[in-house]
């Protein structure tokens, strides 16, 4: 799975662009603020139809404009798409592939796939519960079609259901809406819960032996999934849960309504980290949490290829100048296959990284 092109117009500071890219490490250098993590993001945006950083399409129009456009040649399963998305202040988006409209965004994760990592997610073990399931919901969103209508319908009947525990005193007769609304936001939450208690049971694994093998034998970390008390198993099949949710909510309604707000739910969900038994959010070193949250980024990228059978995409917004020297190396040892992007402002000390080199200034490549 690669890029092979990328086409931008009137997307946040470039004018007008086109560049052609390596099927393996392509470092885009430059200064700050010249485009580089916009280039990243445009190709990010191409796996889902979301960006890491912007809350709306709108965001990513350049000033002045009304229109962009990002276009891409993607190789994938072994064929060539042409996939396009069309963004407009005034009007809905559009995405295409081979001039074909694509009806759901989670059907652009089926051509391209990708594994973000930039320096916030360094802070992921020790920032609150938020991010850690904007990293499940992340990575699931791109895996499973079905998570992505799942979270994206559980979201709207959350937002409902807010509104009539914040307006039922003024408004009684909203409380007749409520189980309707409950029922609704099990049956989405049990198919949430699920398909994250599978995942975190994969990524376990596999993010586990990437930290032993970092630490040398040394550490053993350990992730669990936190989520309502009353679901057994949260990788139990949705029809399991369903029931248990809707008993949860019952045991929660009074406390629902006098606090005006959803207290039950996979909203509230948690991704837990241990390392050597103890909670890594608490007991952690700034070390021991950068290497846990590196380990949890490669396992998602090897995740994403063995649920592919070939590499996803990878974006290291500069990610590596805030690494030591040591950590460096094993991110790069682990990198190996597939198609890499590393933005820096400094191409130094990544001399023996070998692929493409393209120099971003003022939203071009520079000579």
Request: glycine fraction near 8%; hydrophobic fraction near 40%; proline fraction near 2%.
């Amino acid at each position: 799975m690669r890029v092979a092109e990328l086409e931008l117009e009137g997307f946040r500071n470039y004018e007008s662009f086109y560049g052609e890219f390596s099927p393996g490490v392509n470092l885009i250098y430059g200064d700050n603020a010249q485009g580089k993590t916009n280039l990243l993001e445009a190709v990010g945006y191409l796996s889902g139809a979301r960006s890491h950083r912007a809350r709306g399409d709108r965001e990513l129009i350049g000033f002045q404009r009304q229109e962009a456009a990002i276009r891409a040649a993607v190789e994938s399963r072994g064929r060539m798409f042409r996939i396009e998305a069309d963004l407009s202040r005034g009007k809905r988006r559009r995405l295409f592939s081979n001039q074909v409209r694509l009806k759901t965004a989670g059907e652009l994760s089926q051509l391209l796939r990708t594994v973000l990592f930039c320096p916030e997610d360094l802070s992921l073990i020790r920032a609150g519960s938020g991010e850690r399931r904007r990293f499940l919901d992340s990575c699931l969103c791109q895996m499973r079609p079905r998570y992505a209508a799942a979270l994206a319908e559980y979201n709207r009947i959350y937002e409902h259901k807010t509104r009539i525990l914040r307006d039922w005193e003024q408004k009684p007769a909203l409380l007749d809406l409520l189980e309707d609304f409950n029922d609704r936001m099990a049956r989405c939450g049990a198919i949430l819960i699920h398909y994250r208690g599978s995942f975190v049971r994969r990524l376990a694994q596999c993010a586990g032996a990437i930290h032993a093998d970092f630490s040398g034998g040394g550490e053993e970390m350990a992730l669990s999934y936190a989520t309502v008390k009353t679901v057994s198993d949260p990788a139990a099949p949705a029809k399991e849960i369903y029931p248990q949710l809707l008993e949860h909510q019952r045991s929660h309604r009074r406390a629902e309504l006098e606090a005006r707000m959803c207290l039950s739910g996979p909203h509230k969900d948690d991704l837990l980290v241990e390392i050597d038994g103890r909670g890594a959010k608490q007991f952690a070193s700034q070390g021991q949490t950068r290497t846990a949250a590196l380990s949890l980024k490669l396992a998602e990228r090897e995740l994403h290829r063995d649920d592919l059978g070939e590499w996803p995409v990878l974006l290291l917004d500069d990610v590596l100048s805030e690494l030591d020297r040591r950590r460096q190396e094993f991110v790069l040892r682990r990198i190996t296959g597939g198609q890499v992007f590393i933005t820096c402002c400094d191409a130094s000390g990544l001399e023996g990284v070998e692929g493409a080199a393209f120099h971003i200034k003022n939203g071009a490549f520079a000579g």
